[in-house]
């Protein structure tokens, strides 16, 4: 299974974005989807995450009320709309995927079986 995130980018405070999370190699309809950030010197966090018929989604306090999640298991891609931008968000993000995924441990990255390579987002104030 690959994950390949797109859409980062170098955006002032107060901008969007759009990230996405395409998956090959299967299917994963049946998969948590989450999405994670680095920033620098920093421990990789959680962002968000949605379960496989996007029901349940799930965000870290930073994110409630400017991001979304969501996701087209037909097209077996994920996204971030990332709203509001703050210089605070300037990560590296990556996407994940698992099954069989608690929703008490969906903050917790071990849960997750495959990652992406992580797409720069850089927010200038």
């Known amino acids: 299974v690959q994950l390949v995130e797109s859409g980062g980018g170098l955006v002032q405070a107060g901008a969007s974005l759009r990230l996405s999370c395409a998956a090959s190699g299967r299917t994963f309809s049946g998969d948590f989807l989450g999405w994670f950030r680095q920033a620098p010197g920093k421990e990789r966090e959680f962002v968000a995450a949605i379960t496989w018929n996007g029901a349940g989604t799930y965000y870290a306090d930073s994110a409630k009320g400017r991001f979304t999640i969501s996701r087209e298991n037909a097209k077996n891609t994920a996204y971030l709309q990332m709203n509001s931008l703050k210089p605070e968000d300037t990560a590296v993000y990556f996407c994940?995927?698992?099954?069989?995924?608690?929703?008490?441990?969906?903050?917790?990255?071990?849960?997750?079986?495959?990652w992406g390579q992580g797409t720069q987002v850089t927010v200038s104030s």
């Open positions: 994940a995927s698992g099954r069989g995924i608690g929703r008490s441990m969906v903050v917790t990255m071990a849960e997750y079986e495959y």
